[in-house]
């Protein structure tokens, strides 16, 4: 396995999937483990490229993003098509990608990559389609769970 790219979803993945809003349905935050901002900093320092894709718009998530120095966060529930178009454009195989996911519109890009994850409080058909299951669930270290077996690997 040569993993040159790791995908993830944003909530349940590296939130615990909570949306936390007021009245008027404004998001208010949302909460990142540390530890997985280690793990995406071991990730990119190893030279992988790390993309972001959620289904929901949120300027929280790409602050989060900028903070951390992801260059690409996509935001659409056609995952699958943004995977193809990031490997296309990167001259990246599909085999040599990864992405981690917790519920069924990650399910389509989970099947396209070489190295699909899912973390420990995945929806059933969503563990179903991984390779790994990470112990940890989505907001409590998954991603860098996940990035240290795709590192142990690469």
């Given at each position: 396995?040569?993993i040159?790219?790791?995908?993830?979803d944003?909530d349940?993945?590296?939130t615990?999937?909570?949306i936390?809003?007021d009245?008027?349905?404004?998001?208010?935050?949302?909460?990142?483990?540390?530890?997985?901002?280690?793990?995406?900093?071991?990730?990119?320092?190893a030279?992988?490229?790390?993309v972001?894709?959620?289904a929901?718009?949120s300027?929280?998530?790409?602050?989060?993003?900028?903070?951390?120095g992801?260059?690409?966060?996509?935001?659409?529930?056609?995952?699958?098509?943004?995977?193809?178009?990031?490997?296309?454009?990167?001259?990246?195989a599909?085999?040599?990608a990864?992405?981690?996911g917790?519920?069924?519109?990650?399910?389509?890009?989970?099947?396209?990559?070489?190295?699909?994850i899912?973390?420990a409080?995945?929806?059933h058909?969503?563990?179903?389609?991984?390779?790994?299951?990470?112990?940890?669930?989505g907001g409590?270290?998954?991603?860098?769970?996940?990035?240290?077996?795709?590192?142990?690997?690469?």
């Amino acid at each position: 396995m040569k993993i040159k790219v790791i995908f993830m979803d944003v909530d349940g993945v590296l939130t615990d999937g909570k949306i936390n809003v007021d009245a008027t349905g404004k998001e208010l935050f949302k909460s990142f483990c540390s530890q997985d901002t280690v793990g995406i900093i071991k990730a990119q320092k190893a030279g992988l490229h790390v993309v972001w894709i959620s289904a929901k718009e949120s300027d929280i998530t790409r602050k989060r993003a900028e903070s951390l120095g992801i260059k690409t966060v996509y935001i659409s529930t056609e995952k699958g098509k943004k995977v193809e178009v990031f490997c296309a454009e990167s001259g990246i195989a599909m085999t040599d990608a990864c992405f981690i996911g917790d519920d069924d519109a990650d399910i389509e890009a989970m099947r396209l990559v070489g190295c699909p994850i899912a973390v420990a409080n995945a929806v059933h058909d969503v563990k179903k389609a991984a390779l790994y299951i990470t112990s940890r669930s989505g907001g409590y270290g998954a991603v860098r769970e996940a990035i240290e077996y795709v590192l142990d690997r690469t």
